[in-house]
């Protein structure tokens, strides 16, 4: 072979590598832009699932829009369960600024079957069927900061509006809403490495061993510090039946703060449900299909205002969730006056009939990002023994019966992975029943 004729040769060559890589890289370009394309298709339409058409939208104060839902239209009802469902508000009496409250009943049917509550909420709360109604000073009530500018019309509810950059500081569109798997709390199986590699830990007042319809409490609000964005500081009551396994049911609500989920560092009321252990069923608050809400005052995921301080006024919400005994739907109830709506008995399996365990407490997420312990907050972020207006509290614990009454709970247990980080305490008084302090701040000379 000539030389002429290798140069040549050895030109192609490099010429076809060019080409090669050219192309290699022009793929590589569209392929991202591709992905990226399918993300925001993807994303487009999750929010235009969960943002339905308001009536009216109201611009809450930290930043977030509340939008006014028709109550038929909530997103809910995109559940195939729920299509045929026919709705009818029933006002019975004043608006909650007046002497009486506001209860919203809904009857929805399906095709063949009433969903018709067969008790009425107030009636659960009775003088009778409460041992002893708390006389406690220096506790003021709560709201949420977006009343400061409008109010959702009746025979609508507020709906937390999603923005797009919320569905994208998620892990997926699909896990959106969703908490990890593993963040119940496992008392009965209390290994700590166990319960350290889920990176939850949790402070924890429960009760089991029996068939539970509903629980109560009466929970101190502060506003944590969370050290990274993908961690979260809450306080809750856990509505818990069958296994701790792939089965799972779960009915959840409280306060929290989740800079991942809301894009800021607000107190927010929140509730969650799961009927498979996190993994493929349920959402926080309206995120999903399932929880149907009847009231148009509060809305889920929005932020509460104000909250307590060191030495300062305290604040706290009340939380009531219980099974209606003829239907078996768990209806939700917000304070004295507010019944928020419920979830449907046919998305459980276990808590179509009762639930097994009780839990009321704190959960954070520890990271561990730097190698060492987070330094997020439970509760106020003080341990449990600092007492009233320094450590966070649940007043007045209970649970309901299968007769549809609220009692002490019997029985109390707690349970904590490490006491050094966050911790809780139980006790009794007449005024507030049984109560607990719980929390801590994590990190410390003692929680490495």
């Known amino acids: 072979m000539s030389a002429a004729a290798h140069f040549s040769n050895d030109r192609v060559y490099k010429g076809f590598l060019v080409w090669l890589c050219f192309w290699g890289w022009l793929s590589l370009k569209c392929a991202g832009r591709l992905s990226v394309s399918s993300q925001n298709l993807q994303v487009h339409k999750h929010l235009k699932r969960l943002n339905k058409p308001a009536v009216k939208s109201i611009q809450s104060p930290d930043g977030d829009i509340i939008d006014c839902v028709h109550i038929s239209k909530q997103p809910a009802f995109d559940h195939p369960f729920l299509k045929d469902h026919k709705i009818q508000v029933i006002f019975v009496s004043a608006f909650p600024s007046n ?204 932020s509460i205002s104000p909250v307590s301080g060191f030495h300062n006024p305290q604040y706290d919400i009340s939380i009531t969730i219980w099974k209606d005994p003829k239907e078996g739907h768990w209806w939700m109830q917000f304070g004295d006056g507010y019944v928020l709506g419920y979830w449907p008995s046919f998305l459980f399996s276990y808590l179509a009939d009762s639930a097994s365990i009780v839990e009321w407490g704190g959960e954070v997420v520890n990271m561990e990002e730097d190698g060492h312990h987070t330094t997020t907050q439970m509760g106020s972020g003080q341990f449990p023994d600092a007492g009233f207006s320094k450590a966070s509290y649940f007043r007045n614990i209970q649970v309901v019966d299968s007769s549809n009454n609220l009692k002490e709970p019997k029985g109390i247990n707690t349970f904590t992975e490490k006491s050094n980080c966050y911790d809780v305490e139980v006790s009794k008084n007449d005024d507030w029943g049984h109560y607990f302090y719980y929390g801590g701040p994590g990190r410390n000379p003692n929680c490495q």
């Not at 809904?106 to 041992?131: C, D, G, I, R």
């Open 99 to 302: 002497p009486h409250y506001l209860f919203a009943y809904v009857l929805a049917y399906y095709v063949f079957k009433q969903m018709n509550p067969s008790t009425t909420p107030e009636l659960l709360f009775e003088e009778n069927k409460v041992s002893k109604k708390p006389k406690v000073e220096r506790i003021s009530p709560v709201t949420q900061l977006w009343h400061q500018n409008g109010v959702c019309s009746e025979g609508t509810i507020p709906v937390r509006r999603t923005k797009k950059e919320d569905v994208l500081r998620a892990s997926s569109v699909k896990r959106y809403g969703k908490k990890k798997h593993r963040t119940v709390p496992l008392p009965r199986s209390a290994d700590p490495d166990l319960a350290s590699q889920s990176g939850h830990q949790h402070a924890i007042a429960y009760v089991e061993g029996g068939k539970f319809y509903g629980a109560k409490a009466t929970i101190n609000v502060w506003e944590p510090k969370v050290q990274s964005p993908n961690e979260f500081s809450l306080s809750q009551l856990w509505i818990l039946g069958g296994s701790f396994g792939q089965d799972l049911n779960s009915i959840e609500a409280g306060w929290q703060v989740s800079p991942d989920l809301y894009g800021d560092n607000n107190t927010r009321l929140f509730t969650y449900w799961t009927s498979d252990a996190y993994q493929a069923t349920g959402c926080y608050n309206l995120l999903c299909s399932g929880f149907i809400q009847v009231n148009s005052q509060i809305a889920m995921g929005a």
